[in-house]
């Protein structure tokens, strides 16, 4: 699951070392974003709504095998909601980038920009003078810059307000998580600036889940460090597998 203004593009540098595991890897846009169109309702972008798409999108594609979720940032967020209150036994969950609530920091302070200005100004302005600066300072590819334009003026408007809307106010439901007992992954960045590696630290010691570091990443490890963080995952993926699978052949 991607972040707020993300895609499932954002996992294509990780899709083929998680792939040559021998799994099925899937990347999806979430409702209201890049290629999946969304309703003008607000209330269709809450965790809660996007979460039940996620669950229901788990019952069609595990077919009884093993599903593995992973959520980056928002996703994260939106991903949590389908592992405590959906229909689907997850083999494990991954919280990537994300933490216990709502957003911190310099990326709150661009979430308010964005849940205020899109609604009266536009997705244009908003990448105009938002994610545009940020690109080029970052000597983004113009490729990629293009790219980063086409896929944010394709948002739902109503969809990226609200998602950014649930990102600063979202609650803490880490004890509800640690309730479902789904061996989970903290990962991330050794600079994250959403939420701080104290903060996903503190949650993932709480959680009693396992907690990878990737060094030299920020927010985003699967573009940073793409082959450390598929590691990281293809390891854990690997254990929480095998626990899943005694699991159901001792209640079996």
């Known amino acids: ?41 607000p209330a269709a972008y809450t965790c809660a709504a996007l979460g039940a798409d996620v669950d229901a999108l788990a019952q069609v594609i595990g077919g009884g095998d093993p599903v593995h979720l992973v959520g980056h940032s928002f996703g994260g967020l939106v991903a949590r909601e389908a592992a405590i209150d959906g229909r689907t036994k997850f083999a494990s969950f991954t919280l990537m980038g994300s933490g216990p609530a709502a957003i911190e920091g310099q990326r709150a302070s ?93 949650m993932a010691a709480r959680l009693g889940a396992e907690c990878v570091v990737v060094p030299g990443a920020v927010h985003s490890p699967a573009v940073e460090a793409p082959e450390t963080t598929a590691a990281a995952l293809v390891r854990f993926w690997n254990a929480a597998e095998k626990h899943y699978l005694d699991t159901r052949s001792n209640t079996l």
């Open 110 to 202: 661009n979430g308010r920009k964005i849940m205020e200005e899109v609604p009266s100004l536009g997705l244009e302005h908003v990448w105009q003078h938002r994610l545009e600066p940020e690109a080029l300072a970052n000597d983004v590819s113009d490729e990629i810059v293009d790219f980063l334009r086409k896929r944010l003026l394709t948002n739902s408007p109503t969809g990226l307000s609200s998602m950014a809307e649930q990102v600063l106010t979202m609650h803490d439901r880490t004890d509800d998580l640690r309730q479902v007992e789904v061996p989970t992954l903290v990962l991330y960045g050794e600079h994250d600036d959403g939420w701080s590696p104290e903060t996903q630290s503190e």
């Open 1 to 41: 699951m991607p972040g707020l203004t993300g895609s499932k593009e954002d996992f294509i540098a990780v899709l083929m070392t998680l792939a040559q595991s021998g799994r099925r890897v899937v990347a999806i846009d979430l409702r209201g974003q890049y290629e999946t169109p969304g309703p003008d309702d």
